[in-house]
T-cell receptor, first 110, second 114 residues
């Protein structure tokens, strides 16, 4: 089966750093993606890790450890506009399918 | 701008009355997906098309059907909507199956069933 677990919510203040963790169990796993979704909006692709290690894109970084079936999204210099839901998503054994975690609601306070 | 377009943005239908949601894309991507997302839940994959090859998820109810008449358009048909089918329906695309990790989503159609 496909299972991705992440915390349901995280809060932080502007300027802080927050880490959203994701653990997964997917057969034939081939990589971990992260998406951002604002209330009422569509999910937007943030990053993808196919290999172990850290990928950095501006204020956002994503990490993957295949041996631990674990990844995280790191958001630095938080801004109010970062308040959104963040989903980790993993590819399963059949190409073309992406399975999403339940999402982490991030609230950034001034 | 290349994009994924969904119409309508809001759809109200009656219990049991067939409804069709539409999606179009100007990205020229080979793969198109339909997801169902209920409040505070993850998007759930219903099916996807790789070109004209239709791939259904095992747990997608028979009540849900899809058509892809050409590269640009894809339709979601709900034959007999129930109250439990009220949700946001998201269409997405990816360039190839191997690129499914990066999907481009439309704004969604919010379906209400009365």
């Amino acid at each position: 089966g496909q299972s991705l677990e992440q915390p349901s919510e995280v809060t932080a203040v502007e300027g802080a750093i927050v880490q959203i963790n994701c653990t997964y169990q997917t057969s034939g796993f081939y990589g971990l993606s992260w998406y951002q979704q604002h209330d009422g909006g569509a999910p937007t692709f943030l990053s993808y890790n196919a290999l172990d290690g850290l990928e950095e894109t501006g204020r956002f970084s994503s990490f993957l450890s295949r041996s631990d079936s674990y990844g995280y999204l790191l958001l630095q210099e938080l801004q109010m506009k970062d308040s959104a839901s963040y989903f980790c998503a993993g590819g399963g054994s059949t190409l073309g399918r992406l399975y999403f975690g339940r999402g982490t609601q991030l609230t950034v306070w001034p | 701008d290349a994009m994924v377009i969904q119409n309508p943005r809001y759809q109200v239908t009656q219990f049991g009355k067939p409804v069709t949601l539409s999606c179009s894309q100007t990205l020229n991507h080979n793969v198109m997906y339909w997801y169902q997302q209920k409040s505070s839940q993850a998007p759930k994959l219903l099916f996807h098309y790789y070109d004209k090859d239709f791939n259904n998820e095992a747990d997608t109810p028979d009540n849900f059907q899809s058509r892809r008449p050409n590269t640009s358009f894809c339709f979601l048909d709900i034959r007999s909507p129930g109250l439990g089918d009220a949700a946001m329906y998201l269409c997405a695309t990816s360039r190839e199956r191997t690129g499914s990790y990066e999907q481009y989503f439309g704004p969604g159609t919010r379906l209400t069933v009365t």
